[in-house]
């Protein structure tokens, strides 16, 4: 492991390895940038729900992203996290391990390059540290100790991102017609955060910090580091950067959703670029579902001029087909 992390080896190294080089097709030199096309912004703080809700529906429609302000989650709780997750990627290798592998079933987890069957050859240029965050606590005791003060932390963030991602799916099955508490429960029972670290990159024309997918979750809540413009979104055949906003989060549909919504909501593509001055840190906070909870188009959308779309399946197998087959894990649900 320690030999394989980005952080114990990149700033010996003037050139990309051959294994994190991408193909030519996807490397993000050869892409077309989006110019008439901005990630919309929603105040979720005013007033007018009807209106919040609307903003919420069209950018959930026509992107399958927005970005929140005022959304409610303390600025010192965000400052805490990404500090703690700053000074985690920066112990000694040794630390990192230990702190990270205390769970046996290896929920709790810290990896580098990319997951799943699918991958290919090329690595992506990120470490990243996993693990679960249920409301229970369980799991916490997998949780690192070090540095000091983690477990606190990221348990305040955590509780937060909760909260902030009941609301806005509750204002999302409103403008559905769904009950507001429909992602309630199984929906939701399995959070998981996750600390992405993308350290300088020598040749980022070469690179990948994530590659080209959709989130197979219910919702994620990115917290995006400060003036360093990295993440992108596909629409209509070109790339949108998604500008980092001071104290906001950006949001995106997972699959999961998409399919809920029996098509009406995207699931939208994004990758992640590298750059070659500076490292770049991430919290996201995925909401998802136990993997025995059955996904399928909610009933309450499904009519006989709105026939579904999807199958139905456990959020398992959807998560197995997405280890699988990867960015091409879609077509499995769809109906003929």
């Given at each position: 492991?320690?030999s ?13 390895p ?9 490397r ?11 990630i919309?912004v ?15 529906i069209?950018?959930?429609?026509e ?13 010192e ?8 997750f700053?000074e ?8 990192k ?12 987890k810290?990896?580098?390059g ?12 990120k ?11 369980e ?16 348990g305040?963030?955590t ?31 399995s ?14 024309s ?24 990295a993440?992108?979104?596909?629409k ?8 980092p ?19 009406r ?19 996201a906070?995925?909401?998802?579902p136990?993997?025995?909870?059955v996904?399928g ?10 026939p579904p779309?999807?199958?139905t ?20 649900f769809?109906?003929p």
């Amino acid at each position: 492991m320690a030999s394989k992390l980005l952080s114990t080896w990149y700033d010996h190294s003037s050139v990309v390895p051959s294994s994190y080089v991408q193909p030519p097709e996807r490397r993000p030199g050869n892409a077309v940038l989006a110019s008439n096309y901005e990630i919309p912004v929603i105040d979720i703080g005013g007033q007018d729900r009807d209106d919040i809700i609307r903003n919420i529906i069209k950018s959930s429609e026509e992107y399958g992203f927005f970005q929140v302000i005022n959304h409610g989650v303390p600025k010192e709780v965000v400052n805490n996290a990404l500090r703690i997750f700053k000074e985690f990627h920066a112990m000694p290798i040794d630390e990192k391990i230990r702190e990270s592998s205390k769970d046996p079933h290896g929920s709790c987890k810290l990896y580098t390059g990319n997951v799943g069957k699918w991958a290919d050859a090329a690595l992506y240029w990120k470490d990243t540290l996993q693990h679960p965050c249920p409301p229970s606590g369980e799991f916490m005791e997998f949780w690192p100790e070090k540095p000091e003060g983690y477990r606190k932390a990221i348990g305040k963030y955590t509780k937060e991102l909760r909260a902030l991602g009941f609301k806005i799916l509750e204002l999302i099955s409103d403008g559905l017609g769904l009950d507001p508490k429909y992602f309630h429960g199984d929906h939701s029972a399995s959070p998981v955060v996750i600390s992405h670290l993308y350290p300088p990159c020598p040749e980022p024309s070469l690179t990948l910090g994530a590659s080209r997918h959709k989130d197979p979750n219910v919702l994620t809540i990115l917290h995006q580091q400060a003036e360093i413009t990295a993440l992108q979104v596909f629409k209509d055949g070109a790339w949108i950067p998604v500008e980092p906003i001071p104290d906001a989060f950006v949001i995106n549909m997972g699959f999961m959703l998409q399919i809920i919504s029996n098509g009406r909501l995207v699931a939208s593509e994004h990758r992640v670029i590298t750059n070659a001055n500076t490292g770049r840190h991430t919290i996201a906070y995925f909401i998802s579902p136990a993997k025995e909870t059955v996904i399928g188009p909610a009933k309450p959308l499904l009519s006989a001029t709105s026939p579904p779309k999807y199958g139905t399946m456990t959020f398992g197998e959807l998560w197995g087909n997405f280890l699988d087959k990867g960015p091409t894990f879609e077509a499995q649900f769809r109906l003929p």
